[in-house]
């Protein structure tokens, strides 16, 4: 985790990216540097890619072509590391959605790696809550949060199907961050609806990035902290990038950021609900009017 700033902007531009995602690292790695360059010549801070960006994810076709995991990792790490010297180069913090090997037999991780703006590896999110598939057939569950700080903004990370599961979210409001980063490889709508629900909940902002295959269903965005959208990628199949900013100050915001979010911290720690308790027969009677 990086250190916190001295003094936290009010403000953070970030993209979320809408890529069309393959299974050749190659390609992949050139449409993600692409949308990095655009990002940045729109002033964005950080730029968060999908499930798989960079690797290609095992779904439908991807289950072929990622059968075994007889992958080239060597590419796929050059892909990477080229990634990141490009984010040095534009100092854009960058979340990219890729497959990590480890040492056979064991499977790989589904992970998100987290470039500084310095172009190096502060960090890597895997996937703890996986499908029955992926845990089955696929991956090696990870065992971690990851929060990472930009700007003085406190970012946490997950992957798809951990949507379904609240703890994690319920987690990520207690480490206080600013904002989640989901990124999905899923054409479940019930997502989008439950980042909302999270969202609104946590009173954080939500990242979620989608692949442009995707995009029919459910569209890459950003959600604020009130639950609501407040920018959203083309629902057309096509590559884009979506830019909005994380602002502390926007008056529609106020009501989550400061009421509701220091509000429900406080009741979850739970003093003020045990102090307020009484002891009282008609309390403790539950079977009567």
Known sequence: MSERSNSPAERLRVAIAQTDVGFDPRANGALIRAQMREAARAGARLIQFTEGAMSGYPSGSGKDAL???????????????????????????????????????????????????????VGRYDKRLLSYSEVSEWYAPGAHPLIFEVD??????????????????????????????????????????????????????????????????VPSGLIG???RWLASAPSDGASAIVIADLDRGSEALQMALQFARPWRARARQGELHRRAQVVDPRSLDVWRF
Request: net charge negative; hydrophobic share 45%.
């Open 225 to 227: 902290p009130h639950g």
């Open 152 to 217: 003085g903004f406190r970012f946490g990370c997950a992957l798809c199907i951990e949507i379904q599961f609240p703890e994690l979210f319920v987690e990520y409001a207690e480490l206080s961050v600013d904002a989640v980063l989901l990124s999905s490889f899923s054409r479940d709508p019930m997502f989008a609806i439950q980042a909302q629900g999270h969202a609104a909940c946590g009173a954080f902002w939500l990242g979620f990035a989608a692949p442009a295959q995707c995009s029919d269903a």
């Open 67 to 121: 059968a075994g995991w007889k992958v080239d990792w060597s590419l796929l790490r050059a892909e990477l590391e080229a990634t990141a010297a490009l984010a040095g180069e534009l100092r854009l913090w960058t979340v990219i959605g890729s497959n990590h090997p480890l040492t056979p037999p064991n499977r790989p991780h589904n992970s998100l790696y987290v470039i500084s703006d310095a172009g190096e590896l």
